[in-house]
């Protein structure tokens, strides 16, 4: 069975940094895709990045392309999201999926069967 946690999520100001972390098991690094979505009030979930193949296959949203990282803790199952120069426009609850058996990294919401519960941040202008 796969789980997946999101947390780290709380109140910034825009301009700030803030990081997530999402922890798994029933899936590795190695012969999964787990991504980074999120859902804005009112909107439809969105990705944001995502990575497979150990890495070897990582994707970012043009929207958050060059202010977002994501870094792997293999020793804990963990997949962090480092987000910097936070916008308003970023405010959303922040999820993590996986999808097994994939070496590619499409961040499209479809795409992934296996979800976690999200993390809210919010960040005001």
């Known amino acids: 069975e796969v789980q997946l946690q999101a947390s780290g999520g709380g109140l910034v100001q825009a301009g700030e940094s803030l990081t997530l972390s999402c922890a798994f098991s029933?899936?590795?690094?190695?012969?999964?895709?787990i991504g980074w979505f999120r859902q804005a009030p009112g909107r439809e979930r969105e990705g944001v990045a995502c990575?497979?193949?150990?890495?070897?296959?990582?994707r970012y949203a043009d929207s958050v392309l060059g202010r977002f990282s994501m870094s792997s803790d293999n020793a804990k199952n963990t997949l962090h999201l480092h987000m910097t120069s936070l916008k308003h426009e970023d405010t959303a609850i922040y999820y993590c999926?996986?999808?097994?058996?994939?070496?590619?990294?499409?961040?499209?919401?479809?795409?992934?069967?296996?979800w976690g519960q999200g993390t809210l941040v919010t960040v005001s202008s």
């Open positions: 990575t497979a193949n150990s890495g070897g296959s990582i």
């Open positions: 029933g899936v590795t690094f190695d012969d999964s895709a």
């Open positions: 999926a996986a999808e097994r058996d994939s070496e590619t990294c499409p961040i499209r919401t479809g795409y992934f069967t296996s």
